[in-house]
């Protein structure tokens, strides 16, 4: 068993390691796109839960999971987790932290549904500041949208809340 969880961890260490085709600056287990990885009969089994429905990235995903997976001397097979739908809830704070770091706006923390009726603040990643306003609804993926900060000026990215 302790062989078993040994290999385990090592499977998960190769597929978390992946970083997401859109954002590069966060891994696939930053976002909470990779749920778990399991050995059943000698194959690692990972649990991958697609983002945006129709997202293009999520192919990509999956393939890069199955490549690290593969170097890493596993037989891999991916397991598409439709249910619970993914939110960006998921997001870890680290994930969040690098986000921010990076220059992007991580989703208000359990935005969710409710930022379909109400505009939910968005700080700038660079000053903080809340006084932002929305240039677009698309940035750079379909996935972001392109907010600017009034306080210190720059353009930014928001991650959006699903
Ligand atoms: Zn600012």
Sequence with gaps: ???????????????????????????????????????????????VSPTYSG???????????????REAGFEPRIERLLSPPWTTDWITQEGREKLRAYGIAPPVAGGGKASLFQVAEVACPRCGSGDTERLSEFGSTACKAQYRCCACREPFDYFKCI
Excluded: F, K, S
């Design 1 to 47: 068993m302790a062989v078993l969880a040994l290999q385990e961890a090592r499977a998960w260490a190769a597929a978390a390691a992946v970083p997401d085709p859109e954002v590069p600056c966060v891994t696939v287990a930053d976002l909470g796109i990779l749920r778990w990885v399991r050995l059943q009969d000698g194959v690692a089994v990972a649990g």
């Design 55 to 69: 997202c293009p990235a999520v192919l990509a995903i999956e393939l890069a999971i199955d490549a690290a997976l």
